[in-house]
């Protein structure tokens, strides 16, 4: 036994502590409970690792059985394989960077304490998630980490925008789990078990689907529940919103993991898409989709969280479209670089929002190259990384996908490049917006204290270097597949569409900082239509929210209580007025419209009764 | 044949003495019209060969329930209640409701009519007499609900005497 | 027929947790006014000691199953199952009144707890009866018991005007349902059960198909009224708004229960042969239920109010499981009312606590700042309402999760469907609370929470350990229902 339990169980600990008693500890000593327990659950992911070998297969702990009656058969099981072994050290890696970070950055904030209770809780289910044996302990790791998510963003309960965007992101993920809950019961009905290794066991055998049957139908469900959790098309409006929580909480959470449990999910459950060839082309297609849109949103936006969280949008549908044309590998390879990058993009944009006093603004900053220097650097490589300048981490993964999205069908290839050209673009505008140039603010920036520069630099030499990591090679034996011939025109071509938009950035910002505006303004309508997101989020009030909410009020409020009550009484029910005249003057004179749903109820019951009965 | 004349003539007490129970304007009309309702009712049971009911429609409803009625009715000033209109006069409506609820009832009646043919409703009357009969039932196979009947009782006495208590305010 | 007018042990056996029930009551009348008015409390304890020894009592006769006094009622797991429910439902009620009148200084007396025992009484009779007239009167002394209770504090109008719609929406739906069994008497011959399944199965279908589905119909206007199912839930939300506190967990978690019990009971066992026929009416009530008290629900602002929806949308869960008609139906109505009972106590008891005197918060506005002001009360009341969503390790999650699957294995694909959007549109309103709770500071005047007594401490820990203990290890409880659904029929 490894007691893999103790890996979320640490964290687990960490959360009881803060939450229970942290009102009354001391920061130190809230910093070691939240800390502490992070880097307690790495090190046993590092002893576990290193006692289980090269993995290959998976093994699996078995605690207790959940359930077990006639129905269903479910059992408390984790298991790890080299798939959860990348995933575990992502999130224990990069938690702890990011929870050390956090130690300097909520400092000055109010409920140090319950952010730190919070962060933990969601280390505590996200390594549920990751460790899960079964569809339903993976269901509760994903709920779970909704919810953290949820109380994450709304960390800022003053800021009505911050609670509204809590909401959001709950009403789309719980949309999403629905379509998670509904493929589960339908792996339930087909498969008669939850269990990863028996339902692929049994799904191995079967033929592959290329008529839509029930597997497809299976992974087109389980993708609507990916969808909802890693912000694709249709329902990533939560995600922009989401970066209302603090800093921290939107590069652990909304960059680094969370996100991509949807990505995570899809690869775990490889075996059923494999055999649902339309459900995988769907998911290459929404992933590529995705990525395009929120690329082109991306070149627009002025807030620098906003700019990072359209391109992490943008890459998780990089990661779809890995997955989608079978290069699972690939995608979780660019989870984790992407973990690497972002995580960095993220802290860095909030080592300056920290340094400005909470100017999140690009038009604001300038010229902070020299004030704040370590930043700069660090957000610089990120920077890089995620352009996919070789030979850095976000070249290495971003080139594995395209190669093999160009392997698949060409055309995916070359979207894909043009893809990559815009987040070159994006990211340096944003980096040359607030690096160079002259200042345009007002804060005094300082540079930040070194519990928030160490992460950086560390995240800084992983994005640099992690790329080295080879991730294809070690999980290629879990997914088997052919691999796409390395072709360097293509990794050439690539690199150069990365390169362009560098250089195209650097004429916009740097070198003529007129010509962007003059451009935006060319292109008017065009322009205004991506600044404002394509207008999805009025389009989902419009389509979605208002109806509902609206249609739930007047049909259950006015048309059923008062139309239709009303109108039987007035009706036909002058006697039973009457009758219940005597009531009225004990001032309710609701009892008698109540007892006339009673009749209706009871004579439209009577009616469909005889009705059935006649039907023999 | 003496038995029809009978029925109809207990059924028209009982159904005549209904209708007036909620026409008439004056409260203890109304209860005096009851009673004779149930004693159309009572009557019924009699033809029915079923004494016991008989007996017990007569002394707890006539005899018991309905002077308790009348005392209440005479303690409490019902003249305002009295005075106010019973009716609004919805003749068309009340007219189409009463077709239709008549219409759906002979409907029920002449499809069902087979069915009530069951072996209850044409058991012998049985040597042993009819209270005997029902005694034997009550205490021996209806012995758990006849008693817990009396708690049912014994509840809603419980409260009726919470209401009725005096308030503290 | 029986032969003997001497009650057998077994009988007796059976039959004990009433009897012990019904004298209990009775004595605790008995010496009511005898006790003084500063030690009414201890009328608590009694009556905490009757429901022990009945529930005692209960797990002893299971160890003979049967039925009893000529087949007027059984015992089975099945009853045990609602009986033990129940009685733990009282139990739990009668620890959260003790503080409850405690603060309402000036209104508690003995005959309260009396009430609940009384009521306990015919809840039970509800869950073992094998036959029409005594599920009648047990239905009845649960529900006069309950709308008394409903009014017990008579100089407060909401009381009387929640105890009045009660009584008389009450007695209006229960008649419906003796008229039903009038019918079936009269179609069949019997009210037994059994008798009455093998009459309907011996022909009376072929003979009169019609005449037995209005017979049904009719019953079910009654049944449908208890377990508050659209269109019969009216009464609800205004009951249960008006009702004390504790009353309205009691009337929404154990009489519910007890009305399921009956309701499953009847459909499984002597109409049976009816069950595809009332398939399609049992699926649009199961729909209509849930639609109804989810998006009512969602524009509450009053918690007990927005609770009683939610009770009422929770009824068209369990609906959904009745409407498989299946032995894992059976089972899956079983665990939710089991996990139903826990948390809709819990919620309750948490309401009562921040209510406090005269309930004057029971806004949901109420409930801002409350981790702040109460932590642990929070946590409690957290617990509870993740599981009234479904989240996992809550009861209330695996309760869904066999609710559906049993509808999915009756072929019920698009009532699972519609039923899990419906789940995951209820989650909004639980989240309302949760956002009140922990993302809105205390509002200004919000008046300290009461410390808790001892009793309503105990009830709020054992729901909460009871609902994490369904949604963690459901396997006991689910293996029982598993084979208590088995013996129904």
């Given at each position: 036994m490894h007691q893999l339990w103790l890996i979320p169980a640490f964290p687990l600990i960490g959360f009881l502590i803060n939450g229970i008693a942290g009102r009354r500890m001391s920061k130190t000593a809230v910093n070691v409970a939240a800390i502490g327990s992070v880097l307690l659950s790495f090190l046993w992911v590092l002893k576990v690792l290193a006692g289980l070998g090269s993995l290959e297969d998976a093994y699996i702990e078995r605690y207790f059985t959940w359930i077990q009656s006639g129905i269903v058969d479910v059992s408390?099981?984790?298991?790890?394989?080299?798939?959860?072994?990348?995933?575990?050290?992502?999130?224990t890696g990069i938690g702890l960077l990011i929870h050390i970070y956090a130690t300097g950055y909520m400092s000055h904030e109010g409920g140090y304490y319950r952010f730190f209770a919070y962060m933990n809780l969601f280390m505590f289910f996200m390594l549920t998630l990751v460790l899960a044996a079964n569809f339903l302990v993976l269901f509760v790791g994903w709920e779970g980490v909704g919810l953290c998510s949820y109380l994450l963003i709304g960390f800022y309960f003053h800021k009505k925008s911050a609670g509204d965007a809590g909401k959001k992101a709950f009403v789309v993920n719980r949309i999403g789990d629905f379509g998670f809950s509904l493929a589960m019961f339908l792996i339930l009905v087909t498969f008669g078990s939850l269990d990863f290794a028996r339902v692929f066991e049994k799904v191995g055998p079967m033929a592959v689907e290329h008529q839509a049957g029930v597997i497809t139908l299976i992974c087109l469900l389980l993708l609507v529940g990916a969808t909802g959790k890693s912000a694709q098309l249709p329902l990533y409006v939560w995600l922009p919103d989401a970066m209302e929580g603090p800093t921290p909480v939107s590069a652990l959470i909304h960059a680094a993991t969370m996100v991509t449990a949807g990505v995570y999910m899809v690869a775990r459950s490889a075996p059923l898409f494999n055999h649902a060839p339309i459900a995988l082309e769907v998911v290459a297609i929404v992933g590529l989709l995705t990525a395009v849109m929120a690329a082109t949103i991306g070149l627009t936006q002025y807030d620098i969280k906003k700019v990072f969280a359209y391109s992490t949008v943008s890459q998780l549908g990089y990661m779809f479209l890995g997955l989608g044309v079978g290069a699972y590998d690939a995608g979780i390879f660019h989870v984790m670089t992407h973990a690497f990058f972002k995580a960095l993009l993220f802290l860095g944009a909030g080592s300056v929002i920290h340094a400005l006093a909470g100017e999140q603004d690009l038009r604001m900053m300038g010229g902070l190259r020299k004030k704040i220097p370590v930043t700069f650097l660090t957000l610089f490589c990120a920077a890089i990384a995620i352009a996919g300048v070789p030979p850095f981490s976000g070249f290495m993964s971003k080139d594995a996908i395209l190669l093999a999205a160009h392997h698949h069908h060409p055309w995916m290839y070359w979207v894909g490049v043009?893809?990559?050209g815009m987040t070159a673009f994006y990211v340096f505008r944003a980096i040359f917006m607030c690096f160079f140039g002259t200042y345009r603010g007002t804060a005094h920036p300082h540079e930040s204290p070194l519990s928030m520069t160490g992460p950086l630099a560390v995240l800084a030499l992983l994005s640099l270097g992690g790329g080295y990591l080879d991730v294809p090679h070690y999980l290629a034996p879990m997914f088997g597949g052919e691999h796409a011939p390395h072709e360097t025109s293509l990794v050439v071509i690539s690199v150069l569409a990365g390169a362009a938009g560098i250089l195209l950035a650097l004429l916009f910002y740097v070198i003529k900082p007129g010509l962007a505006d003059a451009l935006s303004r060319l292109a008017g309508k065009l322009y205004t239509l991506i600044y404002n997101k394509y207008?999805?989020?009025?389009?989902?009030?419009?389509?979605?929210?208002?109806?509902?909410?609206?249609?739930s009020r007047a049909l259950l409020w006015k048309g059923f209580d008062l139309g239709i009550i009303d109108g039987v009484v007035n009706g036909a029910g002058s006697l039973a007025r009457t009758i219940g005249g005597g009531l009225r003057h004990m001032q309710s004179g609701y009892i008698r419209r109540y007892a006339a749903w009673v009749v209706v109820g009871a004579i439209v019951l009577l009616a469909a009764a005889a009705g059935m009965g006649g039907a023999r | 044949m003496l038995d029809t004349m009978f029925f109809y003539m207990f059924a028209l007490l009982a159904v005549a003495g209904a209708i007036l129970t909620i026409t008439m304007r004056s409260a203890v009309h109304c209860a005096i019209s009851l009673i004779a309702s149930l004693a159309g009712v009572a009557g019924l049971y009699l033809l029915q060969k079923a004494e016991f009911l008989f007996a017990v429609q007569l002394v707890l409803y006539i005899g018991g329930i309905m002077v308790l009625f009348l005392f209440v009715i005479m303690l409490v000033n019902l003249d305002s209640a009295a005075k106010e209109r019973q009716f609004h006069r919805r003749w068309a409506g009340g007219a189409v409701a009463a077709v239709l609820a008549g219409a759906s009832a002979l409907w029920l009646l002449s499809k069902g009519a087979p069915s009530f043919g069951s072996p209850v409703a044409q058991a012998a009357p049985s040597p042993?007499?009819?209270?005997?009969?029902?005694?034997?039932?009550?205490?021996?196979?209806?012995?758990?609900?006849?008693?817990?009947?009396?708690?049912?009782?014994?509840?809603?006495?419980?409260?009726?005497?919470?209401?009725?208590?005096?308030?503290?305010? | 027929m029986p032969t003997s007018f001497i009650p057998t042990a077994a009988d007796l056996l059976r039959l004990s947790p009433d009897i012990v029930l019904t004298a209990g009551g009775a004595l605790m009348m008995v010496i009511e006014p005898l006790t003084g008015a500063a030690r009414k409390a201890r009328m608590a304890a009694i009556a905490v000691l009757l429901i022990a020894a009945a529930m005692a009592l209960s797990v002893m006769a299971y160890s003979d199953p049967g039925t009893s006094f000529s087949g007027m009622l059984v015992v089975d797991g099945f009853s045990t199952f609602f009986r033990i429910l129940v009685y733990g439902c009282g139990l739990l009620t009668v620890l959260m009144s003790v503080d409850y009148f405690k603060r309402e200084r000036g209104s508690e007396s003995g005959e309260y707890y009396a009430l609940i025992v009384f009521s306990l009484v015919g809840q039970s009779l509800m869950a073992s009866a094998n036959e029409l007239v005594l599920l009648f009167i047990g239905l009845e002394i649960s529900s006069i018991a309950g709308y008394i209770m409903a009014g017990y504090l008579r100089d407060d109008k909401r009381n009387n005007e929640s105890a009045l719609k009660y009584f008389l929406l009450g007695s209006f739906a229960t008649a419906f349902m003796l008229y039903g069994v009038a019918w079936i008497y009269g179609l069949t011959g019997s009210t037994n059960l059994d008798t009455v399944r093998r009459a309907i199965l011996g022909g009376a279908m072929e003979q009169s198909g019609q005449m037995l589905m209005i017979a049904t119909a009719l019953m079910f206007v009654g049944f449908a009224f208890k377990i508050s199912a659209a269109p019969f839930h009216v009464w609800a939300p205004d009951v249960y708004q008006g009702a004390p506190a504790p009353v309205a967990a009691f009337l929404s978690a154990g009489a519910k229960a007890a009305a399921f019990a009956m309701l499953v009971r009847v459909a499984a066992s002597a109409f049976f042969p009816l069950s595809a026929k009332w398939e399609m009416l049992l699926w649009a009530t199961a729909l209509a239920t849930m639609i109804v008290g989810n998006f009512a629900a969602l524009r509450q602002s009053n918690i007990k109010r927005m609770l009683a929806y939610s009770s009422v949308a929770h009824a068209g869960y369990i609906l959904v499981a009745v409407t498989a008609h299946s032995e894992v139906g059976i089972a899956a109505v079983m665990f939710y009312l089991a996990s139903?009972?826990?948390?809709?106590?819990?919620?309750?008891?948490?309401?009562?606590l921040v209510a406090s005197k005269g309930e004057r918060f029971v806004e949901i506005d109420d409930f801002s700042g409350l981790v702040q002001r109460q932590p642990m009360l929070a946590i409690a009341l957290t617990i509870f309402l993740f599981s009234l969503i479904g989240i996992p390790l809550t009861g209330g999650f695996f309760a869904k999760f066999y609710v559906f699957k049993a509808a999915l294995d009756s072929n019920l694909t698009w009532l699972t469907i519609l039923g899990l959007l419906n789940s995951a549109a209820a989650a909004f309103y639980y989240l309302r609370v949760l956002v009140v709770m922990y993302m809105k500071p205390a509002a200004e005047g919000a008046g300290p929470v009461d410390p808790a007594g001892i009793g309503i401490k105990a009830a709020i820990v054992a729901s909460a350990v009871g609902t994490l203990y369904l949604g963690v290890y459901p396997s006991a409880v689910l293996d029982f229902a598993g084979k208590a659904a088995q013996l129904v029929k």
């Open positions: 408390f099981d984790f298991a790890v394989d080299r798939l959860s072994a990348v995933m575990l050290l992502v999130v043009v893809t990559a207008f999805v989020d009025e389009l989902y009030d419009a389509v979605i929210v208002h109806p509902t909410r609206d249609g | 042993d007499g009819n209270v005997e009969q029902l005694a034997d039932l009550l205490f021996r196979q209806y012995l758990v609900p006849f008693e817990l009947a009396s708690l049912l009782l014994l509840v809603a006495i419980v409260g009726s005497v919470l209401m009725a208590k005096k308030r503290t305010s | 139903y009972v826990l948390m809709t106590i819990g919620v309750f008891a948490v309401v009562t």
